[in-house]
């Protein structure tokens, strides 16, 4: 790669960043394109954002991806969001318009474009999410505008996800309901439900034995169950559900296509989606265990 005084500038912001695997999927989707940009890693201390944000307009940083823990403290400091950012309460997508900073938010859309890669049907669907995070906010929103029949979220705090669930189907229009974890509903729920979507952390490396407190009853005939994990790319719950003969979607391919969404916003061309996927794939298999 051949770095000029014309070479744009990307990146991801966060703290800390020694896990994320953007900057080399990033980087090697423009390589093959011959694109001249360069994807760098901005860790940035948690007290210095603001600064951050004001580095990137004072050096014409071209576009950043945003991770924890500043998907949700950086909106304050942008001057725009988009409807999808708005909507899930995050960015994850900042892009330089002429000196304005624009935030979006492409998790969601990333979800559902795996799912569609995947072949899950999700028009007219009963989804149950365990979660109420951020990542529950935006599969949510865009599983609802994807057409779901309804939401169902299941959450150890029980508070946050009627919060949650509230606002999903004020916005929306989409049914919504909370029910406890450990409960008898909970089975009735997912028994009922042709999605199940893990967006906690549990099964994620190094506690990879972990997994949702689901009862055996949960795993029914027909049901897919995914989950926004991608390390390891198949989780204790996923392996579960496939044992038992169920269709799985692992995280990497929301990884990826939120990933090829965020290329497109930087540079205008269309992400070459089966090599990132691949890059991601081999690392994780070569790092697996």
Not at 106 to 117: N, S
Not at 127 to 143: H, T
Not at 178 to 188: G, N
Not at 199 to 217: A, C, K, N, Q, W
Request: aromatic residues 6%.
């Amino acid at each position: 790669m051949l770095i000029d005084v014309n070479t744009q500038i990307l990146g991801i912001l966060g703290y800390p960043l020694g896990h994320s695997l953007s900057p080399m999927m990033h980087n090697r989707a423009l390589q093959q394109q011959g694109l001249n940009y360069v994807y760098l890693a901005f860790e940035v201390e948690p007290n210095c954002l603001g600064k951050a944000v004001q580095a990137l307009r004072v050096l014409g940083v071209t576009g950043v991806n945003v991770t924890v823990p500043f998907k949700e403290a950086i909106m304050v400091y942008l001057d725009e969001l988009t409807e999808e950012a708005r909507m899930c309460g995050a960015v994850n997508v900042v892009k330089n318009r002429q000196g304005r900073l624009v935030g979006s938010n492409t998790d969601g859309p990333g979800f559902i474009a795996a799912l569609q890669e995947a072949g899950v049907e999700t028009g007219g669907q009963r989804v149950v999410i365990l979660g109420a995070g951020g990542a529950a906010r935006a599969v949510a929103y865009s599983l609802a505008r994807a057409g779901v029949q309804s939401v169902t979220f299941v959450n150890r705090t029980y508070d946050r996800a009627v919060r949650l669930a509230d606002f999903i189907g004020r916005e929306t229009g989409v049914k919504t309901r909370v029910v406890e974890w450990d409960s008898s509903a909970t089975i009735a729920v997912v028994q009922e439900a042709a999605l199940l979507v893990n967006t906690t952390s549990l099964g994620m490396f190094p506690g990879i034995e972990d997994m949702p407190p689901l009862d055996e009853r949960c795993f029914h005939p027909g049901l897919v169950v995914s989950d926004v994990v991608y390390n390891p790319r198949e989780t204790r719950l996923l392996r579960t559900a496939r044992d038992k003969g169920l269709q799985t979607v692992d995280g990497v391919g929301m990884l990826v296509y939120q990933g090829a969404l965020t290329y497109e916003i930087f540079t205008g061309i269309k992400a070459p989606v089966q090599l990132m996927s691949e890059v991601v794939g081999h690392h994780l298999a070569k790092n697996e265990g």
